[in-house]
């Protein structure tokens, strides 16, 4: 999977319940199984509605079928919030140093 952008479980969901992608794709209102393919093989995402059907068909949270994706985004924010909360301490601690 070499041009996998998007790593993710779909298929892996989708077998679990013996799935067809067609099946996957009438459930969601798709005229074939092309957005479901590039979606499984991580070329690209569903939108937000067609995540949250996904996320129903396969009993699953977003953040499972998306796993990897969720783990680099958690660990971003992550690093993101530690900046800003020692930006925000520091600014603490030299107001109260100058009082």
């Known amino acids: 999977m070499e041009n996998c952008r998007f790593p993710n479980r779909l298929k892996k ?4 319940f013996c799935f ?5 794709a009438s459930m969601l209102g798709l005229k074939d199984t092309s957005p479901l ?3 499984e093989k991580g070329i ?4 937000l509605m067609h995540l949250f059907r996904l996320s129903r068909i396969y009993k699953t949270m ?6 990897d994706l969720w783990q680099n985004i958690s660990n971003e ?3 993101k919030e530690n900046d800003l909360l020692a930006r925000q301490e520091s600014v603490i601690n030299n107001e109260v140093y100058q009082l």
């Open 44 to 47: 690209s995402l569903p939108g």
């Open 13 to 16: 969901y989708r077998r679990l």
């Open 77 to 79: 924010i992550s690093v």
């Open 62 to 67: 977003p953040s499972e079928m998306y796993f």
């Open 37 to 39: 393919s590039r979606w």
């Open 20 to 24: 067809s992608q067609k099946e996957v």
